[in-house]
């Protein structure tokens, strides 16, 4: 009887665990991919705003395929787990919420006064990649 309760109680937590497919991008993952394409998008935006002659659709393009180069993700990668994330609202919703608590963090970090020891490394790639590679 014991045995039975046991095994219940293993099924009923595992049944409760939201995980996903293999084939579709770990929920850190996905945040991490997120956060660097709305900052492409807000880089291209700044841009295309302050720079009539800047190439807006086709630098929004450019900074997206940038972003999945870092994180070495393909198109069709991202993609289907979007879709995937889409369809499932209760695995998406963690992930929408860690970059709100993502974004808090960084804006808190950035408020902290710094110190003269070693230079931050940013993680975003606004400031790796495509602040670098802007050309209008």
């Given at each position: 009887m014991k045995h039975l309760v046991f095994l219940f109680l293993i099924a009923s937590f595992c049944s409760c665990k939201s995980s996903v497919p293999k084939d579709i991008l770990p929920p850190k993952k996905m945040q991490a991919i997120l956060w660097d394409i709305m900052q492409a998008d807000e880089l291209a935006d700044y841009y295309s705003t302050s720079d009539s002659s800047f190439r807006s659709l086709s630098k929004h393009v450019d900074y997206y395929r940038k972003v999945f180069a870092v994180h070495q993700v393909s198109k069709d990668d991202f993609t289907r787990s979007l879709k995937y994330y889409q369809?499932?609202?209760?695995?998406?919703?963690?992930?929408?919420?860690?970059?709100?608590?993502?974004?808090?963090?960084?804006?808190?970090?950035?408020?902290?006064?710094?110190?003269?020891?070693?230079?931050i490394v940013a993680d975003s790639v606004k400031r790796k990649l495509l602040i670098r590679s802007h050309t209008p």
């Amino acid at each position: 009887m014991k045995h039975l309760v046991f095994l219940f109680l293993i099924a009923s937590f595992c049944s409760c665990k939201s995980s996903v497919p293999k084939d579709i991008l770990p929920p850190k993952k996905m945040q991490a991919i997120l956060w660097d394409i709305m900052q492409a998008d807000e880089l291209a935006d700044y841009y295309s705003t302050s720079d009539s002659s800047f190439r807006s659709l086709s630098k929004h393009v450019d900074y997206y395929r940038k972003v999945f180069a870092v994180h070495q993700v393909s198109k069709d990668d991202f993609t289907r787990s979007l879709k995937y994330y889409q369809d499932h609202p209760a695995n998406l919703k963690p992930v929408l919420d860690s970059l709100q608590h993502y974004e808090q963090a960084l804006q808190e970090k950035d408020t902290v006064p710094k110190q003269h020891t070693k230079p931050i490394v940013a993680d975003s790639v606004k400031r790796k990649l495509l602040i670098r590679s802007h050309t209008p």
